[in-house]
């Protein structure tokens, strides 16, 4: 089992910056890719970022490619998402997951952990 804890989020305006945190804990020795997944009232889960847990290569939604930035911390078996430039669209409950096989980064059924969310609100 591995366990995620998000936190960071909360209430900002547009064109500020947040950075969400997510802890993971547990049997974590087997991930190979964690993700961050957002999803918004009445929408489906969408991609947001991945970091490949070895080498550290990063991937990202189109609508998020250069403002959020994905990393990680080996030593503290955490990663951040750093966002940026904030848009009112990007309001949503954010969600960590830990992936452990090889299908798609970008496929929320690809990953078998999630946390339990932190909600990111951005005013106009």
């Known amino acids: 089992q591995v366990q995620l804890v998000e936190s960071g989020g909360g209430l900002v305006q547009a064109g500020g910056s947040l950075r969400l945190s997510c802890a993971a804990s547990g049997r974590t020795f087997g991930r190979n890719a964690m993700g961050w997944f957002r999803q918004a009232p009445g929408k489906e889960r969408e991609f947001v970022a991945a970091i490949i847990w070895s080498g550290g290569s990063t991937y990202y939604a189109d609508s998020v490619k250069g403002r959020f930035t994905m990393s990680r911390d080996n030593g503290k078996n955490t990663v951040y998402l750093q966002m940026n430039s904030l848009k009112p669209e990007d309001t949503a409950g954010y969600y960590c997951?830990?992936?452990?096989?090889?299908?798609?980064?970008?496929?929320?059924?690809?990953?078998?952990?999630w946390g339990q969310g932190t909600q990111v609100t951005v005013s106009s």
């Open positions: 997951a830990a992936r452990l096989g090889l299908s798609s980064k970008y496929d929320a059924r690809s990953y078998e952990y």
